[in-house]
């Protein structure tokens, strides 16, 4: 380790200001003095108040104060004020080829929940409408995705068959939606969006990965016209199933004609995105392939030749579900925790899209507010027959590059498929399954990010780890498995990186008051006599405190064999407490018992730079007066420059 002579040490300190001592007492004074810092309960209603109120209703009067909680609210009394007609007229194209892509998958997503057509369709009318008076993102579309539909029928199925009792089935799912959309508020007004990142990066990068794939066998059913298949969603079970349907009963026709029209949707967003002028070609194609594949059918009696068609189709305006939803049946509590699941699922893919197109037009989400958002239009969803929805990734996309300027663009999409629902839904009697498998499929080469797996893995090998957890979990598991794997891995990382936190020895770089760990800025010198010990760690509490007091203990007893020779070895250990956010009694128990061997070994502690709720509990626990007021600074340069000029020399005295 590099040490300055005391005589060079002491000299350049002499070159500095002589008159700081009495501001440096002053500091130390203003840290020690700092009034409490505010409670719990304050904490929470002042961060409830920013979710909902505006932070200039406060300055405002009453009459003005109450408009400004509306437009915090609902952000469209605000924007809707400039709006314009040339906004309208981008706005307007924009919603309608949304609306061409939104119907073919809306109808699929709502098969791959395992419901009727129709609520696919539904839910793709009255959350966009909700999210548009209450949202911020102005490019994010809002109705069914892929994810979120497999993730009910994966869950759901298992408590009630779709198959035996469509009506519980149906009931459940829209109870599931109500939880999904009460959890989510309840995320945003407490401010509690930070459960959403514990799903990590590679967490989500994996599972969508897993999910895609398992999307795509589900698939198959409708690919090769399947009449039984397994409602596991695993890959052995799925193939399983495919290789027995393949030697019973399959129609050949049904592939075919799914492969074709596939085919066809992929090298329209190959086009697409070759020539950016034609981004509507991609968007058109399911559409085009639903109404001529269901032309075909029709014109040539395939349905009569084993083509698997949808058959009933009710439309009309969104029905109450309020008297569907089951508060007080025996599955209430699987419905909460399937709410929950999917919940952050939800949020996760649509604050992710949201703050990408966001960060592309240069303004920012609140992503709690976006949570109440999503929140209520689920809420309100459940009650009108609707099931999860939130932001989707590809049709986002597809909003962006049409030009919308507004979620507008939400509420022309919404309208679009309200009056397709009215008028056009018996003319999609005829529309085969296999070209609904096909527009899902085509939509799930999106989901797999092999880039960011790539990425993963040159970065971080034990976020890897967790990235191919998910993905297998999912794969060979369930979804519920995949889920599990990846935030218990997640948070045995988190476990193993708080319980086995990091300590530095800092040194001071030459000519400056600047100091910082001697191994990775080998020119930093260590003061001699004096050893400062940064703490890398947000907390210091029951589960890391020992392991620091270990730490740091061995910290001095290697420095006083490296100092051997010099006078008296190490005399004052300073410890900088700038990273510690916050202690609880174990770790100030920790500090007591730290002091009490330093003391026995003749080295006295001092404390640098502790945090707010740090000192604020120091005190009240009376560990301040045990170490000694003078002990405690502002800064690490006050308490090197202290030591140095009044502290070591009374102790060497003693």
Known sequence: MRTLPAENSTMELQQLDLDTAPGRAERAKWLLSSPNPPSPWHELTSSIRETVLPKEREKQPRTKGHILFLQGLFPILKWGRSYNGAKFKKDLMAGLTLASLC??????????????????LYTSVVPPLIYALMGSSREIAIGPVAVVSLLLSAMIQKVVDPSVDPVAYTSLVFTVTFFTGAFQAVFGIFRLGFLVDFLSHAAIVGFMGGAAIVIGLQQLKGLLGISNFTTKTDVVSVMEAVLKALHHSWYPLNFVLGCSFLIFILITRFVGTRNKKLFWLPAMAPLFSVILSTLIVYLTKADKHGIKIVKHFKGGINPSSVHQLKFGGPHVGEAAKFGLICALIALTEAIAVGRSFASIKGYQLDGNKEMVAMGFMNIVGSLTSCYAATGSFSRTAVNFSAGCETVVSNIVMA???????????????????????????SALPGLIDLNGAYNIWKVDKLDFIVCLSAFFGVLFGSVEIGLLIAVAISFAKIIVVSIKPSTQVLGRLPGTDTFCDILQYPVAAQIP???IVSISSGTLCFANATFIKERILRRVFDENETQENTKGGVRVLVLDMSNVMNIDTSGIRSLEELHKKMISRGTELAMASPRWQVINKLKTAKFVDKIGAGWVYFNIPDAVDYCLRFKINVLDNC
């Open 529 to 531: 006599g004096i050893l």
């Open 415 to 441: 309208i679009t498929v309200l009056v397709s629902l009215l008028l056009f839904t018996r003319l999609l009697y005829y529309t085969p399954f296999a070209i609904l498998a096909s527009i899902i499929l």
């Open 103 to 120: 119907i073919p998958q809306s109808i699929g997503y709502a098969n791959l929940a395992k419901l009727e057509p129709q609520y696919g």
